[in-house]
């Protein structure tokens, strides 16, 4: 099994619908992280988690939320979705070493119509 | 503003050696990371330089100066199964990790 698992993998949904993706990890890390990535560009970072208690903002949060809600699970919700929003969403772990290399999920691939 | 730039698309042969470039301007520096995405798949983790010089492991090396905002990754002896994209990311002064588009590697025979 993956250390670190997206549901679901795929989802089709409208414009103006709720979504929720959910990660949980086997690691043991505090830290976690959802990601967007689209074609050619980069990785952008929505929001990250270093603990239970702790959310913060990342380079394009605005239309998303997240929920931390034990040390291995973080939920990424859209609360009404955008076609804008169509992407490849991935969740990644890290140990507490501000250095430390990133362990991702398999991705969660979302298209809204 | 931050950047990170590598060529959009490389083509290399079976059995050849390949340099992956990657320049970098960014508000500080505490590391530069080398991704490699298999086609649909998540991305893992290559190499971390943060000291100048060669990181070298097994058949993949990963050049770093920082002086010029440079890295390459080499990778020798090419499969089949190299064929991926291979993402740059740096790490700036605030320890926030800025992503290059990507180098989509393609091997042929």
């Known amino acids: 099994d993956a250390d670190v698992t997206q549901t679901p993998r795929n989802r089709i949904t409208k414009t103006g619908k709720r979504i929720m993706l959910e990660c949980s990890q086997t690691?043991?890390?505090?830290?976690m992280y959802w990601y967007r990535q689209d074609p050619g560009l980069g990785l952008r970072l929505i929001y990250y988690?270093?603990?239970?208690?702790?959310?913060n903002k990342g380079e394009i949060s605005d239309g998303y939320s997240v929920s931390r809600q034990a040390q291995a699970k973080f939920s990424l919700s859209l609360e009404s979705a955008i076609p804008n929003q169509t992407a490849l969403y991935f969740c990644?772990?890290?140990?507490?070493?501000?250095?430390?290399?990133?362990?991702f999920g398999e991705g969660s691939r979302l298209t809204v119509l | 503003g931050q950047n990170i730039d590598q060529p959009t698309e490389m083509t290399a042969t079976e059995g050849a050696i390949v340099q992956i470039n990657c320049t970098y301007q960014?508000?500080?520096?505490?590391?530069l990371f080398w991704y490699q995405q298999h086609a649909g798949e998540a991305p893992t983790f290559l190499s971390y330089?943060?000291l100048d010089g060669l990181e070298e492991k097994g058949r993949f090396s990963s050049f770093l100066s920082r002086s010029k905002g440079y890295s390459y990754l080499l990778l020798k002896e090419l499969q089949m199964k190299d064929s991926a994209s291979y993402l740059c990311?740096?790490?700036?002064?605030?320890?926030?990790?800025?992503w290059g588009a990507g180098t989509k590697l393609i091997i042929k025979p």
């Open positions: 330089n943060v």
């Open positions: 690691k043991g890390h505090d830290r």
């Open positions: 990311a740096v790490m700036d002064s605030n320890y926030q990790l800025i």
């Open positions: 990644a772990t890290s140990d507490d070493r501000d250095t430390g290399e990133l362990f």
């Open positions: 960014t508000s500080g520096f505490n590391g």
């Open positions: 988690s270093f603990d239970v208690k702790d959310i």
